[in-house]
């Protein structure tokens, strides 16, 4: 329902229902709910390790099939894109139709042959997920040990973007912010120098309550002068070494965690996401936002707005 309506439609009834035709030109698609990582920031790993789902390509080619304004797709959620074998397919043709396409990936399967294949897909952004600059604090974060082979892979795919001299996709190493490890962020900068990598992205964390993700570990307005100085140092740090360093909305990393330029008065204004995108899930359920699963930790089936093996997605 919408407070507005198309011309020529009587909206002098108050409880009449007015319906406004809605296309996203912005879509979340989780390609799979598989994962070889078991991030203790990620409600997958407390909701979801049954799962083992890649969604078809068929199934792909239908839900965007019905959204001809589509400008912008992000290909995750909450398992690894680049363990479905079609993906690359997705992408070509998502890149038939111009959309600008984008998936953060842990880059642990990331080998030689599916770095050439990143790179020569036409893929707009290629995101990598670390949260760390040490190995242990990495199999603390996310599960599983992995550190020195995704390092390798991401610097063999920029070494192969090199030698094709191309800057595309576009790869950036993101880093999720909390207390486990802002004393990492400098050295995190320095990794993606050392690299090769041009951007360093920090995300404020999310909790639910399990593992990490708890308000102890947020430091979301929480920043204690160590903590300060920590990100000065990352600043410090990106600006000698040449990297973009930035948090949420393209911000500074001290002025997105320390919160004081949020609108007190009307928070719910800083998010547009529910007029502006959907977030499909690699069984075919639709929901708001990727948010969703992170917000109502192990309840977010509550929060389904629809199914697409039964509704399209206008209905929904």
């Given at each position: 329902?919408?407070?507005?309506?198309?011309?020529?439609?009587?909206?002098?009834?108050?409880?009449?229902?007015?319906?406004?035709?809605?296309?996203?030109?912005?879509?979340?698609?989780?390609?799979?709910n598989?994962?070889?990582?078991?991030?203790?920031?990620?409600?997958?790993t407390?909701?979801?390790?049954?799962?083992?789902?890649?969604?078809?390509?068929?199934?792909?080619?239908?839900?965007?099939?019905?959204?001809?304004?589509?400008?912008?797709?992000?290909?995750?959620?909450?398992?690894?894109?680049?363990?479905?074998?079609?993906?690359?397919?997705?992408?070509?043709?998502?890149?038939?139709?111009?959309?600008?396409?984008?998936?953060?990936?842990?880059?642990?399967?990331?080998?030689?042959?599916?770095?050439r294949?990143?790179?020569?897909?036409?893929?707009?952004?290629?995101?990598?997920?670390?949260d760390?600059?040490?190995?242990?604090?990495?199999?603390?974060?996310?599960?599983?040990?992995?550190?020195?082979?995704?390092?390798?892979?991401?610097?063999g795919?920029?070494?192969?973007?090199?030698?094709?001299?191309?800057t595309?996709?576009?790869?950036?190493?993101?880093?999720?912010?909390?207390?486990?490890?802002?004393?990492?962020?400098?050295?995190?900068?320095?990794?993606a120098?050392?690299?090769?990598?041009?951007?360093?992205?920090?995300?404020?964390?999310?909790?639910?309550?399990?593992?990490?993700?708890?308000?102890?570990?947020?430091?979301?307005?929480?920043?204690?002068?160590?903590?300060?100085?920590?990100?000065?140092?990352?600043?410090?740090?990106?600006?000698?070494?040449?990297?973009?360093l930035?948090?949420?909305?393209?911000?500074?990393?001290?002025?997105s965690?320390?919160?004081?330029?949020?609108?007190?008065?009307?928070?719910?204004?800083?998010?547009?996401?529910?007029?502006?995108?959907?977030?499909?899930t690699?069984?075919?359920?639709?929901?708001?936002?990727?948010?969703?699963?992170?917000?109502?930790?192990g309840?977010?089936?509550?929060?389904?707005?629809?199914?697409?093996?039964?509704?399209?997605?206008?209905?929904?």
């Amino acid at each position: 329902m919408a407070n507005a309506s198309p011309a020529g439609d009587d909206t002098t009834d108050p409880t009449r229902p007015v319906v406004v035709p809605w296309q996203p030109r912005s879509l979340y698609v989780e390609v799979s709910n598989r994962c070889n990582s078991l991030c203790v920031h990620c409600p997958r790993t407390f909701h979801g390790r049954h799962w083992k789902r890649d969604l078809t390509l068929a199934d792909f080619q239908a839900v965007i099939e019905q959204l001809p304004e589509l400008e912008r797709i992000v290909l995750h959620g909450l398992g690894e894109p680049l363990l479905n074998p079609q993906l690359f397919e997705m992408i070509a043709l998502l890149k038939a139709r111009g959309v600008y396409v984008v998936f953060n990936s842990n880059a642990l399967a990331l080998s030689p042959r599916l770095q050439r294949r990143v790179v020569e897909s036409g893929l707009d952004e290629f995101r990598v997920s670390f949260d760390a600059a040490t190995a242990q604090t990495y199999r603390t974060i996310r599960g599983v040990r992995g550190f020195e082979r995704a390092v390798a892979n991401v610097r063999g795919l920029l070494a192969y973007q090199r030698e094709q001299g191309t800057t595309r996709p576009r790869v950036s190493l993101w880093f999720v912010t909390m207390r486990e490890n802002v004393r990492e962020l400098a050295d995190f900068v320095r990794l993606a120098a050392a690299i090769g990598a041009p951007e360093v992205h920090i995300q404020r964390l999310v909790y639910f309550g399990e593992g990490l993700a708890v308000e102890e570990q947020s430091l979301f307005r929480q920043l204690a002068a160590e903590e300060q100085a920590q990100l000065e140092e990352a600043e410090r740090v990106a600006a000698a070494q040449g990297v973009l360093l930035s948090a949420s909305g393209g911000e500074p990393p001290r002025r997105s965690l320390d919160g004081t330029h949020a609108d007190e008065r009307h928070p719910w204004w800083a998010c547009r996401r529910p007029w502006q995108l959907a977030y499909i899930t690699a069984e075919g359920e639709v929901l708001a936002c990727c948010f969703v699963p992170f917000v109502t930790g192990g309840r977010w089936q509550e929060h389904v707005l629809g199914d697409l093996r039964t509704q399209s997605l206008a209905e929904i």
